[in-house]
């Protein structure tokens, strides 16, 4: 298969050439054709699948049919981050090489006037994060009544980060016939309601299971006791050889105290996260790239986006509270056919989480221990089908294997409180105000 027997124009075709590409990757194969009749699309596609030029291909062929009569835009993409909003612009205008299609990128945490000057020259594509955007409407910086396709990318991610009312009031803004396309990794009933009142008789494209993790990942678990983490990250950084590895940890406190750990270890190593201003989240993240430093430190939040090529490892130093996050920390390796490995340093208490995850993704990570660092509280192997959890801290107070780890008093409650912290209402806010602090 080829880009050009999907459908594209010979200038299109040319501009995916000059990239390297070969052949459609599945979900451009699918999705392609989907936009191009015109029908809205919903499709459940994570990062790393080639899903941006599987929407912007053939939204820049339908573009061209013909000129634009205003000031535009005449397509707007929605992305929940600046790092994303600023990663599809490129893409835009890479595809968009050999077409007169104009695009422009508008997102918080720098100047508006600049924005706004760029509006008022007219465009074709407009690369947008909700927040700013709705700023520059308000300040009729920008009109949507040109707009003919609307396109929602990291779906999930822009409720997750409570972007759902600038949402609302933009789609209330646009014109009611447009083209909608809806890119999610997960599909929550909050995203199935948001898709049922969006999409009129969409094309359904889904190019792995639903919650399926990306195949070429290899993913393992480390069971670890907590105290003992950052010295078995070290270690592993070192005797791999890691030199580009992407490490999560839960919060924005965590993040820093594991990157002055790494750098007392002689490991270079930055933190991003929303505390940290834009400038200093570009330079860490354009210092990883370069090779400068090792170890990138990432709350998931500030890892949305990121599209870092061929990362090779990730690293989760503690497991997510959403099991959900699991499957797009992971999409962060083994991207378009590159394979990644992905491995979780997981403590006794992280138990239930790492059972949610498996649920999920349907299916049991191998567990393999490292000398030296064989977890005091062990981690259970299976979850257990309808455990008590009354009953497991009984029997671990009683010996048995004399391991306690699996019920350790508290160590579930240990990592309850943690996941209020981003339970969704908490985790709205705090979306929702870093993205406007920032904005
Ligand atoms: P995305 O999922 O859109 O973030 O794309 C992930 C990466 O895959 C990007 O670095 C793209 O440049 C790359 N990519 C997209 N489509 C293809 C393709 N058909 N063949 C090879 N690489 C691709």
């Known amino acids: 298969m080829s880009f050009s027997s999907l459908g594209l124009s010979e200038q299109l075709v040319r501009a995916t050439t000059d990239q390297g590409y070969e052949t459609p990757s599945p979900i451009q194969a699918q999705a392609i054709p989907a936009v191009l009749s015109g029908k809205d699309v919903m499709a459940a596609a994570q990062t790393g699948t ?5 929407f912007t ?13 205003g000031k535009g835009p005449r397509a ?61 409407y308000q300040q009729n910086a920008v009109r949507f009544n040109e ?25 209330a803004l646009l014109p009611a016939k447009r083209q909608n396309l809806l890119f999610s990794a997960t599909f929550s009933n909050e995203i199935r309601t948001l898709a049922q009142g969006l999409l009129n008789n969409p094309v359904q494209v889904e190019v792995a299971a639903r919650n399926t993790t990306a195949e070429k990942v290899k993913q393992s ?21 890691w030199d580009q590895v992407l490490v ?28 940290k201003s834009q400038g200093a989240r570009t330079r860490a993240l354009a210092e990883f790239k370069q090779g400068d430093i090792r170890v990138l430190v990432a709350t998931d939040i500030a890892a949305r986006g990121l599209d870092i090529k061929q990362l090779p490892q990730v690293v989760n ?25 992905a491995l979780s340093l997981v403590s006794a208490d992280e138990g239930k989480l790492l059972a ?56 579930q409650r240990q990592a309850s409180p943690g996941a209020g912290g981003r339970g969704r209402g908490r985790g709205q806010g705090q979306g929702r105000s870093g993205q406007r602090q920032s904005a």
């Open 317 to 341: 130093f503690e497991l997510p509270n959403v099991p959900e996050d699991y499957v797009h920390r992971i999409g962060r390796t083994g991207r378009a056919g590159e394979s990644g490995h």
């Open 248 to 275: 999560f940890t839960r919060t924005k406190h965590g993040a820093n105290r594991l990157t002055k750990k790494l750098e007392s270890d002689g490991i270079t190593a930055a933190a991003i996260h929303g505390n």
């Open 76 to 136: 707007l993409i929605l992305t929940p981050t600046r790092e994303l909003a600023a990663q599809v612009h490129d893409s835009v205008n890479l595809y968009s090489k050999y077409v007169p299609t104009k695009a422009a990128v508008v997102f918080g945490g720098v100047k508006i006037n600049p924005q706004m000057m760029k509006l008022r020259k007219g465009l074709d594509v407009l690369v947008a994060t909700p927040g700013r955007l709705m700023d520059l």
């Open 221 to 241: 678990v480390y069971p670890v006791d907590q105290s003992q983490k950052s010295a078995l990250l070290s270690k592993l950084v070192r005797d791999n050889d």
């Open 57 to 69: 291909l053939p939204l820049l062929q339908l573009l061209g049919e013909k000129p634009r009569e």
């Open 356 to 411: 949610g995850i498996e649920k999920l993704i349907k299916k049991q990570l191998p567990r393999q221990e490292v000398e030296g660092f064989e977890p005091q509280n062990n981690l259970p192997l299976k979850p257990k089908a309808k455990a008590d959890p009354s009953r497991a801290r009984n029997r671990s107070g009683g010996g048995g294997n004399g391991r306690s780890g699996a019920g350790r008093p508290g160590g």
């Open 50 to 54: 080639g899903k941006t030029a599987g």
């Open 147 to 171: 707009v003919e396709i609307l396109v929602l990318d990291e779906a999930d991610r822009m409720l997750d980060m409570g972007f759902i009312r600038d949402i609302r009031k933009i789609l």
